[in-house]
């Protein structure tokens, strides 16, 4: 089993950045693929990014391509979002989760979840 714990969240102005970090429990962080999404009040849950479980291979949404940027550290647990150009519609709660199969971006395929850090941008 795999606990992931969200950090790094907060207010920030329109155009600033904020990074994210999520610190996963266990000895096989290696073995997951993991991904970051948000949710919104009122709107369904959004793939983000995905990494590979070995960082070769990164996938990115097409509302923050170029302005996002997923990294994970294998010796040290985590795994990273980078957020730059913040705008407004990115408030929400971001989520890191964890998926054995490896790297996937459909929410269903994976396993485990973190409890979320709030990120709200204002204008």
């Known amino acids: 089993q795999v606990q992931l714990v969200e950090s790094g969240g907060g207010l920030v102005q329109a155009g600033g950045s904020l990074r994210l970090s999520c610190a996963a429990s266990?000895?096989?962080?290696?073995?997951?693929?993991m991904g970051w999404f948000r949710q919104a009040p009122g709107k369904e849950r959004e793939v983000l990014a995905a990494?590979?479980?070995?960082?070769?291979?990164?996938y990115y949404a097409d509302s923050v391509k170029g302005r996002f940027t997923i990294s994970r550290d294998n010796a040290l647990n985590t795994v990273s979002l980078q957020m730059t150009s913040l705008k407004p519609e990115d408030t929400a709660v971001y989520h890191c989760?964890?998926?054995?199969?490896?790297?996937?971006?459909?929410?269903?395929?994976?396993?485990?979840w973190g409890q979320g850090t709030q990120v709200t941008v204002s204008s």
């Open positions: 989760a964890a998926a054995r199969v490896g790297f996937v971006t459909a929410g269903g395929m994976y396993d485990y």
């Open positions: 990494i590979s479980r070995s960082g070769a291979r990164t």
């Open positions: 266990g000895r096989t962080f290696s073995m997951y693929g």
